[in-house]
């Protein structure tokens, strides 16, 4: 009932904000605010939909904004309480209101209030609280959306990293909702120092050409957009070196962001460390050691692909509660396959398998592996030969999975990837690299090994469909079969094997 009622009173807002957005905001303050300040004061886990309501009748100005907040603090007299109210403000502000000094200084001024409250819950606030201010994205500012901001001294994410001795002294505390505010504020504080830093370079770029008069303003206003879009890492150029800052902030993600953390500070961190993987590669064997850590529901719901609305558009980011109570908040869980840099990754997971040299594949190694080739920026055309040296490192990994009861699902969609790819070179490679290993896989099926393995006529169906997917298939296995015929004769004649 309190869901419907939220969403029906959301909808009247912003259905009123549109024929008379004035007397909207007014009639809300006036009649329905000093209600709703009630709960917000005494219900920690109301506040956020309400909150949503508050801002649903508000005028989407950054002055109104500010008389909302102001009125609101007259209707809540104590302080904790109000700051967990902004700390779900600030994510629904647009950086054209979150942009303006103003607003940014009363942000920040209720952050660090919050950052040395005894209750822990606070403090949470205060760090999500400069992680929505930190957020402010180079692109923003240049596009003029807070033009106080461009007269700043000191760029938003530059004035919460000046935090730095404080936020990363929260690393040690106990509860695990504290851990995981601090790797959120401390990623976004990285991503953000790696793009300023890279708009800096672009910006100086596009002002040595103005300077020489080769480029009018509008075209080099736009080359410097469309270079940033490109992404702050791109592969094979050079990066640029870290700051003492930023290490501080890196050490803070190690020591926080490990195997033996909570599983919700995992899961958290799994999503948020994700973008910062091109701009620090370090991170990737670390990053990996957790992901393998994780339980496989938990680390599956982060490699499958977002679902896509009807219209094909992506859907957004799933919100989860990870414990329930009053005082726990939402997290967001997105597909992390769209995140990380997945040839980079694929690497270090290769290089990391060959030094551990396990026995065989878990569900982990097979489940990251899929995920990392048909992940977006896995760009198998552009990077046959990582990928080739990725299957030729793992296909004797592979195929063993493959003929495992508990992993042949998995495993068949792994060896799909690789052996149909739609990139010819690398699916030509696999097929042909593979015809051997397949041979002493089958050989290990039929023989009387002490493993489980998947029944017969899965293995021979899946063989089937491998080989009715091409000519060039069809000849691998062809060849394959032929030469287990030879090799295992007794073997092959009591097979399934002479039906396919």
Not at 335 to 348: M, S
Request: aromatic fraction near 8%.
């Amino acid at each position: 009932v309190f869901e419907s009622t939220c969403f029906f009173l959301r909808r009247l807002g912003e259905r009123m904000r549109e024929s008379a957005s004035a007397h909207a905001q007014q009639l809300f303050l006036d009649v329905a605010l000093p209600s709703l300040a009630l709960i917000l004061q005494e219900s920690a886990g109301k506040r956020e939909p309400l909150c949503d309501i508050i801002y649903a009748f508000t005028m989407d100005y950054t002055a109104q904004h500010l008389h909302v907040l102001r009125t609101i603090k007259e209707h809540i007299p104590k302080l904790p309480a109000y700051i967990c109210c902004l700390s779900y403000l600030a994510s629904l502000e647009g950086p054209s209101n979150l942009g303006d000094d103003n607003m940014l200084d009363l942000y920040l001024y209720y952050a660090l209030i919050a950052l040395s409250h005894t209750q822990p819950k606070v403090r949470v606030a205060g760090l999500a609280i400069l992680q929505q201010c930190a957020a402010l994205s180079p692109d923003a500012v240049s596009r003029g959306v807070g033009s106080s901001t461009m007269g700043r001294v000191v760029p938003p994410h530059q004035t919460v990293a000046q935090l730095a001795p404080v936020i990363c002294s929260f690393k040690s505390d106990p509860w695990w909702e504290m851990n995981a505010h601090v790797l959120l504020l401390v990623s976004t504080l990285v991503r953000q120092l790696a793009e300023w830093r890279r708009w800096e370079d672009v910006m100086t770029e596009a002002s040595e050409m103005d300077d020489e008069g080769g480029t009018a303003e509008h075209s080099t206003t736009l080359s410097v957009a469309q270079s940033v879009g490109e992404g702050s890492a791109a592969e094979g150029k050079a990066r640029a070196p870290t700051s003492a800052m930023e290490d501080t902030f890196l050490n803070t993600i190690a020591d926080v962001f490990r195997p033996s953390a909570n599983q919700h500070v995992k899961q958290v961190g799994l999503v948020c460390v994700a973008p910062i993987l091109s701009h620090h590669p370090g991170l990737i064997g670390p990053y990996l050691n957790v992901l393998l850590s994780q339980p496989s529901h938990l680390r599956m719901r982060l490699l499958q692909p977002m679902e896509q609305k009807p219209d094909g558009e992506e859907a957004a980011p799933n919100r989860i509660v990870y414990v329930f109570g009053s005082s726990s908040r939402y997290y967001e869980e997105r597909c992390i396959c769209d995140l990380w840099p997945a040839v980079e990754v694929a690497r270090v997971f290769v290089g990391s398998l060959q030094a551990l040299a396990p026995s065989r594949f878990e569900a982990e190694h097979v489940e990251t592996l899929s995920a990392l080739i048909r992940s977006p920026t896995s760009n198998v055309g552009q990077h046959q030969d990582v990928w080739i040296d990725v299957f030729d490192k793992v296909k004797a990994y592979v195929f063993v999975a493959f003929v495992d009861s508990q992993l042949h699902t998995a495993a068949a969609e792994l060896v799909q990837s690789f052996l149909l790819s739609p990139v010819p070179e690398v699916a030509s490679h696999c097929l042909g690299a593979s015809q051997k290993t397949l041979v002493q896989t089958l050989r290990l099926f039929y023989s009387n090994a002490d493993r489980q393995m998947v029944s017969e006529a899965d293995l021979v169906n899946f063989l089937k469909l491998l080989r009715g997917a091409n000519e060039n298939a069809r000849a691998a296995l062809d060849a394959v079969i032929s030469q287990f015929r030879i090799a295992h004769a007794a073997e092959y004649e009591r097979s399934m094997l002479r039906n396919i």
